[in-house]
């Protein structure tokens, strides 16, 4: 088993290999993810939607994310390991970061953490990455600040909005990120960006040509009929067999045929 680290990653985007990513919340998908030889697993902020039934990605606190990434770390031997540093555990100030960041390194023993934000967070990576903790930007759609944005939607759409995306990943890299996840971007977008900087993109609804993707492993499975936005390939459909299977259980123990003779400890020794 080769370990991978942030080297492995640059390395794939020098070689033109795909980074294959995908997020996590709990050792039990951990333990099946990274037995799947995904390269990076990401304990995301999602969590808040998928896991807590939220709306959005801004209730969920740092505490609450470093027992979901404590509980991915027990699962993930190979696949480089991120968490979400949540909304305003990082936004206040750089030394607000540094001590996030630095639980979530110390408590969950994670890798590295995504922060989302452009230009503003530069002085943040700067710090981050040189006290030794690397770092993933999220610029595009940031969920964070969806109330800001009016809502989840493309980004960069028009010239000036492009314009500004593209010098904000080339900052983002002089900060000292060592990946740029691009959400919600038009492709052409996404591809200029791609060329423009020489560590990984990871993109979600940001077309084929970032040098890796990242899906939210639920959205990927099929966990929920009603989430279909154009991005998502369902590569299961969950929703539907755990639903029947299920329904099967509820049937068996109704009419008493579960559990039968095999599933049960008929004999006892009365000595
Ligand atoms: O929290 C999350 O799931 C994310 C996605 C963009 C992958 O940040």
Do not use: W
């Amino acid at each position: 088993m080769k370990k991978i680290t942030i080297k492995t990653l640059a390395d794939k985007k020098q070689r033109r290999e795909k980074i294959v990513s995908i997020t996590a919340y709990d050792y039990t998908f951990a333990r099946i993810l990274d037995q799947g030889d995904v390269d990076m697993i990401l304990v995301g902020d999602s969590a808040s939607n998928v896991c807590a039934g939220y709306q959005t990605t801004l209730p969920i606190t740092l505490d609450e994310m470093i027992y979901h990434s404590r509980s991915v770390r027990r699962g993930v031997q190979r696949a480089l390991l991120l968490a979400d540093l949540p909304f305003l555990s990082y936004q206040a100030s750089v030394e607000q970061a540094v001590l996030s960041a630095g639980r979530l390194m110390k408590e969950a023993e994670v890798e590295g953490v995504k922060l989302e934000g452009g230009e503003i967070m530069a002085d943040t990576i700067y710090r981050l990455a040189h006290i030794g903790i690397p770092v993933m930007a999220h610029i595009g759609l940031t969920p964070q600040a969806q109330h800001q944005l009016g809502g989840r939607l493309v980004q960069g759409k028009d010239e000036k909005e492009a314009k500004r995306l593209k010098e904000e990943a080339k900052i983002l890299e002089e900060a000292g990120a060592f990946a740029l996840l691009l959400e919600l971007i038009p492709t052409k977008l996404a591809k200029e960006i791609t060329d423009s900087i020489n560590i990984p993109t990871i993109g979600i609804g940001a077309g084929p040509h970032c040098d890796g993707q990242i899906l939210v492993c639920y959205d990927l499975l099929g966990m929920d009929k009603d989430f279909n936005p154009k991005y998502l390939r369902k590569y299961a459909e969950l929703h539907d067999t755990i639903s029947q299977a299920v329904q099967d259980y509820s049937m068996d123990v109704r009419k008493a045929d579960y559990p039968g003779d095999s599933e049960s400890y008929t004999s006892y020794s009365n000595k």
